[in-house]
């Protein structure tokens, strides 16, 4: 979403929308065993449709959008001018929508290929976005009131058990998404994540 209203920022955009795409040779490569370095410009591609305003020079647009830094710069972007209405027609089938895949590739020793993919499709982009930042602060809360090692824990947990709380045996740190639980990142109890989803 922000690679869209980006778009709508350079001078002469009336409107414009940005869609971002895997290039299935990467894709390919890495399904046949392959483990390459890529760049960020080897894996995916981005496609761009804009609206002019009158009067606006449509190579300078282009030129604007093609080379913004930390955007489309370092990727292969095509760029295509639309009415409103045929941009219209363009949401209204596609929508907001986003899907991604992560690959990881390596071996478990030598020879033995291991392979991990993600892949993740949302109808909405926003909720999709919305719902994982919820997840985090629940994540974050759940975390806080987890109880430190240590004679600190052991203490603050006899005293969570008589009704009382101890602020030295809770964490309050900042956290990065490698350091949160994953179960910590649900809304089910573990009971019920042990029983369904394990």
Request: net charge neutral.
């Amino acid at each position: 979403m922000g690679h869209t209203q980006h778009v709508k920022d350079v001078p002469g955009v009336a409107d414009g929308v940005q869609y971002t795409h895997a290039k299935q040779e990467a894709i390919d490569r890495i399904m046949a065993g392959e483990n390459p370095k890529l760049l960020p410009g080897d894996m995916i591609w981005r496609e761009v449709f804009v609206v002019l305003k009158p009067g606006a020079n449509q190579e300078e647009v282009r030129q604007a959008i093609v080379s913004m830094e930390g955007y489309f710069a370092p990727y292969e972007t095509r760029v295509e001018f639309v009415s409103q209405e045929k941009l219209d027609e363009i949401r209204r089938g596609r929508g907001m929508a986003h899907d991604g895949m992560t690959i990881a590739v390596g071996e478990t020793s030598p020879g033995q290929l291991a392979r991990l993919i993600y892949r993740c499709e949302y109808a909405s982009n926003a909720e999709g976005t919305a719902r994982i930042l919820l997840a985090c602060a629940r994540a974050a809360v759940r975390m806080n009131n987890q109880l430190k090692p240590g004679l600190h824990g052991v203490l603050a947990q006899w005293l969570k058990h008589i009704g009382c709380r101890w602020n030295r045996g809770y964490r309050a740190e900042a956290v990065t998404m490698l350091d949160i639980p994953p179960a910590f990142l649900s809304h089910h109890s573990a009971e019920e994540l042990l029983k369904h989803f394990v």
